[in-house]
């Protein structure tokens, strides 16, 4: 019996292995710089000392090596560790979003301390702002702090619901194999209003996902954009998820990683098909799902892939079911408000692209097929969802904005 279990879940790896080979996004990958700093705390909570490892994008790899430059900074990930963890431990996590543009800030702080913890995560972002302002130094100008985000695993993953339940300003949130906060504080992820993404697999014996993700995704609020819980199988523990004692090629790490790696790309506007790579079809047909669990309080639009002459591209709307649709238009605007929520879109060529009735899927998909005519290279279009939230039957969503490409 144990055999016949062991080869099972030998044979599952090898087919996530498959799969996350083929729905690997073809991108070339910035070499990874990494810098040990010791920030002091401008607030008057948490550590007095702010430790931190930061990976970040660099003209060539390795410790202090000099910074890619960026005109704005790099969108930036303050990452939370575990508990007895420090955050140096995730190298092969942090390194891996590193890699696809990102400034990431791993906390060796509050290794045992899940309130402490809750601390710094706060006062280290006004940490990053006075960093990015330090002239002449590492990193000076290194992120942007506009594009702020905060993930963590396990004690990190629950600490993160917690931070967010007050936000100082971060835009999104990621639990990795998370406990469950409010077994501890109560209720206080209710507050929790950001995007919220948590990932988690049923190998995981020291935070079972049915004891811990679920009831904290579901006492999450109704977000301003999605929540959502992706499970994995039994292959998947609470190491592998985040990438600790596994190779960088482990297929249960690599899978997390597309997901985790999506989400960070959707909530930081670095990727027009992020959602796809968490919620949408390159995500559903991972071997490895158990269940995908969404709530969209914010109609979400993305695509499948970069718009190209001479082929089609999938655009997807989520939303909660009832009505679901996308304004098409020939460029993207700074929001303007309406009585229907911000709109996104250029209003003098804007139309109605697609329009439907949305079931328990929660999703409504259509194609934009495209000549192979040279002219169309360098055309803008941009899509802007709308449709029923967890709040509202009719509201202005998220718009993705995508150049024809040759």
């Known amino acids: 019996m144990l055999f016949a279990l062991s080869m099972a879940r030998f044979s599952s790896l090898l087919v996530a292995a498959a799969f996350v080979a083929a729905n690997a996004a073809a991108q070339a990958l910035i070499p990874v710089g990494r810098h040990d700093l010791a920030w002091p705390n401008p607030t008057a909570i948490g550590s007095a000392t702010l430790f931190a490892r930061i990976h970040y994008p660099a003209t060539v790899a390795g410790f202090d090596t000099p910074p890619l430059p960026s005109p704005s900074g790099w969108p930036t990930v303050v990452f939370l560790h575990g508990y007895g963890q420090i955050g140096s431990d995730y190298n092969q996590l942090a390194a891996a979003w590193s890699e696809q543009g990102y400034a990431v800030v791993a906390l060796d702080t509050a290794r045992f301390d899940f309130a402490l913890l809750r601390d710094d995560a706060i006062a280290v972002r006004q940490a990053i702002q006075i960093a990015n302002m330090a002239t002449g130094t590492l990193t000076d100008g290194l992120f942007d702090v506009g594009r702020m985000m905060l993930a963590g695993h396990s004690m990190g993953g629950g600490v993160t ?16 194999a998370p406990f469950d906060p409010t ?8 507050s929790v209003l950001t995007p ?13 996902p049915a004891l811990h993700a679920a009831p904290l995704f579901t006492t999450l609020g109704v977000p301003q954009g999605l929540k959502f819980f992706y499970r994995f199988d039994a292959s998947c523990g609470h190491l592998e998820v985040a990438g600790l004692q596994v190779g960088a090629n482990a297929p249960s790490f690599l899978s997390a990683l597309q997901v985790s790696s999506g989400f960070l790309g959707h909530a930081l506007g670095t990727r027009n098909d992020g959602l796809e790579q968490c919620i949408g079809d390159a995500a559903q047909t991972n071997p490895q799902l158990v269940s995908l669990s969404q709530q969209f309080g914010l109609a979400e639009a993305w695509a499948s892939r970069p718009l190209q002459i001479g ?3 999938r655009y997807s709307i989520g939303v909660e079911p009832g009505l ?15 009585p229907f929520g911000d709109l996104r879109v250029d209003p003098f060529t804007a139309f109605v692209g697609a329009i439907g009735v949305v079931g328990a ?4 998909d259509f194609d934009v097929a495209l000549a192979f005519d040279p002219q169309l290279v360098g055309v803008e279009l941009a899509v802007q969802a709308f449709g029923t ?6 509201w202005l969503g998220s718009a993705v904005s995508t150049v024809v490409l040759p």
Request: hydrophobic content about 45%.
């Open 161 to 176: 619901a917690l931070v967010l339940a007050t936000n100082p300003g971060y835009r999104a949130g990621l639990a990795l």
């Open 183 to 190: 077994q501890v504080v109560g209720p206080i992820a209710a």
């Open 196 to 208: 919220f993404g948590i990932v988690a697999g049923d190998g995981d014996v020291i935070t079972p």
């Open 311 to 313: 082929a089609t591209t």
């Open 324 to 338: 679901g649709g996308a304004v098409l238009s020939g460029g993207s605007i700074p929001p303007v408000p309406t």
């Open 361 to 364: 899927e929660r999703r409504l």
């Open 389 to 394: 939230t967890a709040t509202q039957p009719m």
